[in-house]
């Protein structure tokens, strides 16, 4: 019922272990390309990391973005859909306690599974 919205909360260095896999990255965007379709982010443990839309975004794309979608390559991401942080909230994002977070997330083993 709900599989197709299952993904891993990863940060940048984790991103080759999912390769295949839906996952969602939060980063800082650092560089647009003028056609809309791809962006580099700098995400929360400081690595870049590409995202390919699947469509141009048409509005201008700034500050930190959380993308969910398909880890390809190592060090890209295929967006299936895209949030954008509001200034306010962009300046207040806690790079570290969010890396820390994925980090924390990856180390129990099956952490989502319940008993059927």
Same mark, same amino acid.
């Given at each position: ?14 991103? *080759? ?38 469509? *141009? ?29 509001? *200034? ?29």
């Amino acid at each position: 019922m709900f599989e197709e919205n299952l993904r891993e909360i990863v940060n940048g260095a984790m991103l *080759p272990q999912y390769n295949g896999k839906k996952v969602s990255i939060t980063g800082l965007v650092t560089k647009v390309n003028p056609n809309g379709i791809t962006f580099d982010m700098r995400s929360s443990d400081d690595k870049i990391v590409k995202v390919n839309l699947r469509k *141009p975004h048409s509005n201008i794309l700034e500050g930190h973005v959380e993308v969910h979608g398909t880890a390809v390559s190592g060090t890209t991401v295929i967006c299936d859909d895209l949030t954008e942080f509001s *200034p306010e909230s962009s300046a207040e994002f806690d790079a570290t306690s969010h890396n820390t977070m994925c980090q924390l997330l990856q180390s129990v083993p099956n952490l989502w599974k319940t008993a059927a």
